[in-house]
């Protein structure tokens, strides 16, 4: 049997909403790349920028280092030791003292380069160290290099740094000629820890980028510039704030004739400052604040999604609920209205019939009005614009009241009930309300139980709370299930496959109306293996220990 038009409907407008629910969601997640995409590239821009003038400074700090050192201090040192050796023709201990006395300012501190003082005579090989410890061992590729020397170099000289894996050491040499025209080489070790002060004096004499980048306000402050040697020693530090996405690293390469080969230089700009090198600075990364919206948006199109999702089951417990009460209306109708015809058109046979007529119409009747007041209790709940009225009532014989007043509409005098009440117990209860919870508990108990059964109907004192408890024989309620119950339209779905008929709200009035009560209301496992429902209401204050059963009515009472 295909679904009803309007339900079909329903479903594509519901499947409608959905669709566009998660189109809304890839929306987003297409404008939360694209995002990204973009913060990423204007990051990537500015970094590129800081990039270039990180590397500007670098070529700075090369240039200015290698013009520093080379041109005022290796090259007029070389010159004075080449110029010594073609006037006396070799060098002696005393060529340091000399050129660290003498008059000529920037000699004198030039001299303070040098570590110590060589001579060698190419011809025979022979090499003189003039140093304060001579008895240093010579490294062998300062030998080869200074025997593979020749004039080709002029005053200038040769740099020689030590290879990899050596102790970090550099030599600067020169070929001349003595007074006997004999080739020789003369030259100084560099004291590389004094180089320090002179990178000092080169870098800072003014600020490394031009006062035209930077806007006057970018001075050495805000520069970091880390030299090191060829076996990795760092020589010289200017400043602390290393950004590691900018810096950029750089060899000296041959500037100035190699004085500086193997040394490498790194430098960056400091993000303080990166305002002033690039228009708005490096922006900050925009990737939680997208993730965050994106998650957002993603949590309320899941929860719009679920409250859908909830709303269409609820709507069909709706639907089934109306056509629940819809039988359940039509079958005491249909019967009052057949056997009233049967009396309006005088078709009974004798008394008897007449008053079996009537006491179906009054049985239906009484049926059709707790179904009603069933459905009313659920509307003034679902408003809340009901509160029961109480007043102090003995519990006892009003339950049994109740239970004569009932009648078995599905099971005729199959179903029997068995008392197991505790007189003398009075609690502060609304009677209509207290009828309406006993009816529902044990319409429920004939519905749903097996045909000759007994329902036990219990009731005792226990911490103050009076316990009523509804046992019967039927096939129990799942664990799983027993808090469930008690939710509006809910139905077991072995129930919504049989032919018993229900509304699902019969036991969710319960549970409201013993909310209402101050109580609470469960279900377990009977001793028989049935549903036993337990109904807990508080004692009217004052109240004590009862007797087990009043002396004038017996424990039990069967029905």
């Keep these: 049997m295909s679904p009803p038009l309007f339900w079909r409907s329903r479903s594509s407008r519901t499947a409608l909403i959905v669709l566009l629910l998660l189109v809304s969601l890839a929306t987003a997640t297409m404008i939360l790349l694209q995002a990204q995409f973009s913060d990423a590239y204007r990051r990537g821009t500015a970094e590129s920028v800081l990039r270039d003038y990180s590397s500007l400074v670098a070529d700075e700090v090369v240039r200015r280092s290698a013009t520093e050192v080379g041109y005022y201090g290796y090259y007029p040192l070389i010159g004075a030791l080449v110029h010594e050796v073609q006037q006396s023709g070799s060098l002696s201990e005393a060529t340091g003292a000399h050129l660290v006395s003498s008059q000529d300012a920037r000699l004198k501190r030039a001299a303070g380069l040098a570590k110590g003082y060589f001579q060698m005579d190419l011809a025979t090989g022979r090499l003189a160290i003039f140093e304060a410890d001579s008895r240093r061992e010579v490294p062998v590729w300062l030998r080869q290099g200074l025997l593979g020397m020749s004039a080709q170099h002029g005053e200038n000289g040769q740099v020689l740094h ?45 600020p490394l980028v031009p006062p035209s980048l930077g806007h006057g306000k970018v ?23 290393r950004s590691p996405v900018w810096t950029v690293s750089k060899p000296f390469g041959d500037t100035y004739q190699g004085i500086f080969s193997g040394f490498t230089v790194e430098a960056s700009i400091s993000d303080q400052v990166s305002r002033q090198v690039v228009i708005g600075g490096v922006p900050n990364s925009r990737l939680p604040l997208f993730l965050g919206l994106f998650a957002l948006n993603a949590g309320m199109i899941v929860t719009a999604i679920l409250q859908l999702r909830r709303e269409m089951a609820l709507q069909r417990l709706r639907d089934e609920f109306v056509s629940s009460v819809s039988h359940e209306l039509r079958t005491p109708l249909t019967q009052i209205r057949m056997f009233a015809e049967t009396l309006l058109l005088d078709r009974v046979r004798s008394s008897e019939e007449q008053s079996r007529s009537l006491e179906i119409i009054d049985r239906e009747a009484r049926r059709l009005t707790q179904l009603v007041e069933n459905i009313l209790q659920f509307s003034r709940s679902e408003r809340k614009v009901d509160s029961p009225v109480t007043e102090r009532r003995e519990l006892g014989p009003l339950i049994q009241e109740i239970v004569d007043d009932f009648d078995s509409a599905s099971n005729g005098d199959q179903t029997r009930f068995e008392f197991r009440l505790c007189y003398g117990l009075a609690a502060n209860v609304d009677p209509d309300a207290l009828r309406q919870i006993v009816i529902n508990l044990l319409d429920n108990a004939v519905k749903y139980g097996r045909m000759q059964q007994r329902v036990i109907l219990g009731l005792e004192a226990r911490q103050g709370m009076a316990i009523l408890s509804v046992d019967d024989e039927g096939p129990g309620i799942p664990q799983a299930e027993r808090n469930r119950v008690f939710e509006q339209f809910h139905r077991l779905e072995r129930d919504r496959k049989s032919a018993v008929a229900g509304t699902g709200i019969g036991l969710s009035v319960v549970k409201d109306l013993v909310i209402r009560h101050g109580g609470r209301c469960s279900v377990i496992t009977g001793d028989r293996g049935g549903a036993k429902f337990i109904v807990e209401l508080p004692l009217a204050a004052g109240e004590g220990e009862p007797q087990a059963h009043s002396p004038e009515q017996p424990p039990e009472v069967l029905r």
């Design 219 to 241: 001075t050495n402050a805000f520069v970091y510039v880390s030299i090191r040697d060829q076996g990795g020693v760092e020589r010289y530090r200017l400043g602390q704030g």
């Design 162 to 206: 030590s290879p990899a894996g050596e102790p970090p050491r550099t030599f600067l040499a020169a070929v001349t000629q003595g007074p006997g025209r004999q080739d020789k080489v003369a030259g100084f070790e560099v004291d590389l820890p004094t180089l320090t002060q002179w990178f000092g004096t080169a870098l800072n004499r003014q």
